[in-house]
């Protein structure tokens, strides 16, 4: 059976990244690698809206955010961690692992943090010279205010690091011309290639935080990778056919062009909770991202059953909850190689896996759902009468 992943992560990989990633093995100290290497280096950072280097990662976007961490964090610092979700909570369990005294600002898993809340903490925590949240939390599909925060964070001289691995390629992160100090991703979401590349880019403060720091580093040395960088090369043995996939990836992108990237998702968001509010379902997050929609588990209904039998009998692979969400929430994502197509197969599956499972629906009801949807985002702006 064909089968399609519409997980927050990993998501679908385009066959032009499949065909990338199968060619024979280059060596990588070589003009032939360096010119795929810094072409994909160049079109992610015009991505990201940066002249900034982004650094590119042989790990997950786990080791992205370890790797941020260390090079900013010396003994004895204090941070604030946004928490509320599995992924928040990942920021304060690397910066403890490290020695470093967390103050967190946590709220309720489907909530977002308040800039009045983070304000609060900042002025509780003078001492506290780095924020650590993230922007699209995975566990919950909910967005945080991570422009805004670090607005505030900035007035009060501290930096903020944004986990943006379910928000690269879903929104305009616009790096540049915001506060954020510092942004990491990772490669099997909004890239649309297989797990295992880390994203880092840092703004000139935070070089300059960097290039002071002292917890201990090696592998992730993020000054020496730039270094590295500025020679069209990586400290270390870089994952040679990911970084071509990638190169793959983003002139996908590029072609594509930011804004319609951000725009599709925007519109595949749109129809996907369309339609599920159709079927009587309500958003399990405060304020959605569009890289996935989560809605809780109806009432008699077993939502491991719904999610195996998508993916055994519709070839639809979605996701359930994690941690204190397991077993309560659906989570179907649409960050990546999705289209109009794509999302109407992704509700239909959800809905007569839904039905055979003993909800009470009208067969086609999410799909018209969605259709509508669909067909009122390709509508003309009404004519303005004067």
């Known amino acids: 059976m064909k089968r399609v992943l519409f997980t927050p992560g990993p998501t679908q990989v385009p066959s032009e990244v499949l065909e990338a990633m199968a060619?024979?093995?280059?060596?990588h100290r070589t003009d032939e690698?360096?010119?795929?290497?810094?072409?994909?280096t160049r079109l992610l950072a015009e991505h990201l809206g940066t002249q900034e280097p982004v650094l590119t990662l042989s790990c997950s976007g786990?080791?992205?955010?370890?790797?941020?961490?260390?090079?900013?964090?010396?003994?004895?610092?204090?941070?604030?961690?946004?928490?509320?979700?599995?992924?928040?909570?990942?920021w304060r369990a690397i910066a403890e692992a490290y020695g470093i005294t967390v103050h967190k600002v946590s709220v309720a898993?489907?909530?977002?943090?308040?800039?009045?809340?983070?304000?609060?903490?900042?002025?509780?925590?003078?001492k506290a010279r780095l924020l650590f949240l993230t922007h699209s939390e995975t566990s919950t599909g909910a967005l945080f205010p991570a422009h805004e925060i670090a607005r505030v964070a900035r007035a009060r001289g501290v930096a903020t690091i944004a986990d943006a691995v379910t928000s690269?390629?879903?929104?305009?992160?616009?790096?540049?011309?915001?506060?954020?100090?510092?942004?990491?991703?990772?490669?099997?979401?909004?890239?649309m290639i297989p797990p295992g590349l880390g994203y880092v880019c840092f703004s000139p403060r935070a070089w300059a935080i960097a290039e002071k720091a002292k917890l201990p580093r090696f592998y992730f040395n993020l000054v020496k990778a730039r270094g590295a960088l500025e020679k069209g090369d990586t400290?270390?043995?870089?994952?040679i056919n990911l970084v071509l996939g990638s190169h793959a990836a983003v002139t996908l992108m590029a072609k594509e062009g930011r804004a319609a990237v951000f725009a599709r998702h925007q519109r595949n968001a749109d129809a996907t909770r369309h339609a599920l509010r159709a079927l009587g379902f309500s958003l399990f997050a405060e304020v959605p991202s569009n890289a996935l929609t989560a809605v809780h588990v109806p009432a008699g209904v077993d939502g491991g059953a719904v999610v195996k039998t998508m993916e055994q009998r519709y070839g639809v692979k979605?996701?359930?909850?994690?941690?204190?969400?397991?077993?309560?929430?659906?989570?179907?994502?649409?960050?990546?190689?999705?289209?109009?197509?794509?999302?109407?197969?992704?509700?239909?599956?959800f809905e007569a896996a839904l039905i055979d499972h003993g909800f009470r629906a009208e067969p086609g009801t999410a799909v018209r759902a969605a259709q509508e949807s669909i067909r009122g985002a390709y509508l003309p702006e009404p004519a303005l009468c004067w």
Not at 110 to 125: D, N
């Open 62 to 90: 786990s080791g992205a955010m370890e790797a941020a961490a260390v090079n900013l964090l010396s003994p004895g610092d204090e941070a604030v961690v946004v928490e509320g979700g599995k992924f928040g909570d990942r």
């Open 318 to 349: 979605i996701a359930g909850g994690q941690d204190q969400l397991k077993g309560k929430i659906f989570r179907l994502g649409h960050i990546g190689y999705y289209d109009d197509g794509d999302i109407l197969r992704l509700v239909g599956a």
């Open 168 to 191: 690269f390629g879903v929104y305009d992160l616009r790096f540049d011309d915001s506060d954020l100090d510092g942004v990491v991703w990772g490669s099997q979401k909004g890239l």
């Open 23 to 27: 060619r024979p093995l280059i060596h």
């Open 235 to 239: 400290p270390f043995t870089p994952a």
């Open 33 to 40: 690698y360096r010119a795929f290497f810094l072409e994909a």
């Open 109 to 126: 898993w489907g909530r977002v943090a308040t800039v009045e809340e983070v304000e609060s903490a900042l002025t509780a925590h003078p």
